[in-house]
């Protein structure tokens, strides 16, 4: 039986679209600046790529550009099951994800 492993990761800040992981997880808390004057809008999906729809949409985040800040601390279970893709929106915005990863660990080429 595999077991699995988990590790909490920050994605640091980013300022741009990016897929963070092709995996499984939970997302435990996303923070979101604007640049003061432009909205910003960030919305994450279940998807290992670029490839996304409004179907795999996870949650997300809007902050009006002069609110500056604002944070979304999510309840247990907001999960991931094949990779997580944070699309954004806004000049100048910038955001961190902090998740959880799971995996299986591997023993001697296979799954254990």
């Given at each position: 039986?595999?077991?699995?492993?988990?590790?909490?990761?920050?994605?640091?800040?980013?300022?741009?679209?990016?897929?963070?992981?092709?995996?499984?997880?939970?997302?435990?808390?996303?923070?979101?600046?604007?640049?003061?004057k432009?909205?910003?809008?960030?919305?994450?999906?279940?998807?290992?790529?670029?490839?996304?729809?409004?179907?795999?949409?996870?949650?997300?985040?809007?902050?009006?550009?002069?609110?500056?800040?604002?944070?979304?601390?999510?309840p247990?279970?907001?999960?991931?099951e094949?990779?997580?893709?944070?699309?954004?929106?806004?000049?100048?915005?910038?955001?961190?994800?902090?998740?959880?990863?799971?995996?299986?660990?591997?023993?001697?080429?296979?799954?254990?």
């Open positions: 039986m595999a077991k699995k492993t988990v590790k909490y990761i920050s994605s640091g800040i980013l300022s741009a679209s990016k897929t963070l992981e092709a995996c499984s997880g939970e997302i435990l808390q996303i923070e979101l600046w604007t640049d003061g432009n909205n910003a809008e960030l919305i994450i999906y279940d998807s290992p790529s670029d490839l996304v729809s409004a179907d795999t949409a996870i949650c997300g985040l809007a902050v009006p550009g002069a609110s500056i800040y604002k944070s979304l601390s999510l247990k279970k907001t999960g991931f094949i990779g997580l893709r944070c699309e954004l929106s806004g000049e100048g915005a910038k955001y961190i994800i902090i998740y959880k990863r799971f995996w299986k660990e591997k023993v001697g080429g296979g799954e254990k």
